[in-house]
């Protein structure tokens, strides 16, 4: 069992109730050599605040400056972050990528930087932070940001900019805006993991605070800074739970009593993770009717995958791959089981079905809604997913793929953790990105087999005690409390 505010980490945990009292100055450029954990009794912070530390002197602040050296060389070679116009290409598009630290956020942040896109991270790294509290770590070893980003300059010659800080802070989320300038904002940057928003009230409230404010202050920081800026943001199907009729992208037509309707399609979240989205998706709504942004909800599926085109140039950019029972998802949970010898986790009687794509495609689909904006005023709903299956569809696929490798995969049936549909309808729409020119990657025996040996590879590094849920959606807690490791 580990506390989630261990003392066994390597954080050190001192108490206080300010959360964010000082500013760091900004004229550093060195990033401090490590954080400490300050507790505080902030309703909205589980964890405290991060804190930085250099020799004996403590201060507390909030990171808001660039810390690596920004680069402002023009990239060489055209491509799709690129304005055409009769007098040749203009500057490339600027796009600032909240969350780039995280697993879908970094993937895009080289695949943008890739095409030529100017890119800017925007991250708390506070998905970090939540592993050492957990007592969870990545399959794959995953280097500092700073080191990502420098190994990606000395690979390729490009830069990525780089903010540090929470964008619940507007002051640092607006100094950020008027710094980059983005054209566009795509926002990654949530806690995104149900079962982490159903361990207790504080990550309750500290899941849907973050959510929901990181969110409206974008809103308001495009308002004020950015007008012209397309809001790219990360929902989730799950906003739409899993209705006894088909899925459509975004809207629905009713005609009820005669009278006829084009209205947001229900939503019926099962976490309160997934109610964050939902919030957050009527926020958009709203400030695009009344502000004219222009935006698109990417209501994403379950990702799996972990290799893309430019996290495979070198170890350094190496992504993370989630597999623990708060964090991983799915497939990928399944494909590190089979490779550990662990039955696969099936919650309950397996029917839950889900939209699910590669990695590889959530990349895709953003270069994709980045080049063809949304108009101003428009809130454009795009269902982010290649293919439906079952968990039972996912556990057959896998232990067919893991015979062929040689493995002896069993199955076991889990008691949901979970309050959720175990058999039902399922049919969602997903035609509008591929209208756009998504060319999907659908999970074949061949990916399969690469994330098999994928997972194989670093087998030595699964800590089997993450493996089982340890979240119950029918005990959440009041009080912060033990997890099971
Ligand atoms: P992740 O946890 O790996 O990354 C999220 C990143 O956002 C982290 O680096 C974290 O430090 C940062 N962040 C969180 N709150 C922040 C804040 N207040 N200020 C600044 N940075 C903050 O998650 P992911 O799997 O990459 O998911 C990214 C987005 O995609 C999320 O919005 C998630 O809801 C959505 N999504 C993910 C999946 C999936 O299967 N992974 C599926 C559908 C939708
Ligand atoms: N499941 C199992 N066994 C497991 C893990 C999950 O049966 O070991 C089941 C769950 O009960 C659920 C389904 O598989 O019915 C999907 O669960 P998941 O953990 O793979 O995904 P979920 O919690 O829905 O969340 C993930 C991401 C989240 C994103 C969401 C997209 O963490 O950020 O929003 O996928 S969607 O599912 O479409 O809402």
Redesign the pocket.
Known sequence: MAHLLSTSCSLKITSCRKPYSKQLNESSNAFPAYFSLKITKDLYCPFGSLVVQRGKQQRICTVRATTLPVDQEAPTQPGSGFHQNSNGPSPPKRVMV??G?????WATALHLSNKNYEVAI???????LFDHQLGLDSLTPISSIHNRIRRWKSLTGKSIQLYIG???DFEFLSESFKSFEPDAVVH?????SAPYSMIDRSRAVFTQH?NVI?TLNVLFAIKEFREQCHLVK?G?MGEYGTPNIDIEEGYITITHNGRTDTLPYPKQASSFYHLS?VHDSNNIAFTCKAWGIRATDLN????YGVRTDETEMHEELCN?FDYDGVFG?ALNRFCVQAAVGHPLTVYGKGGQTRGYLDIRDTVQCVELAIANPAQRGEFRVFNQFTEQFSVNDLATLVTKAGKKLGLDVQTISVPNPRVEAEEHYYNAKHTKLIELGLKPHLLSDSLLDSLLNFAIKFKDRVDTKQIMPSVSWRKIGAKPKTVSA
Do not use: A, P, S
Not at 101 to 105: L, Q, R, V
Not at 122 to 128: P, Q, T, Y
Not at 300 to 303: E, I, K, L, M, N
């Open positions: 909240i969350g630290d995280g697993y879908c956020g925007v991250d708390n790294l506070v998905r970090r929470d964008i619940c990654f940057g949530e806690q995104r973050n990181g990360l989730t989205k994403q599926g379950v990702v993370r998802t």
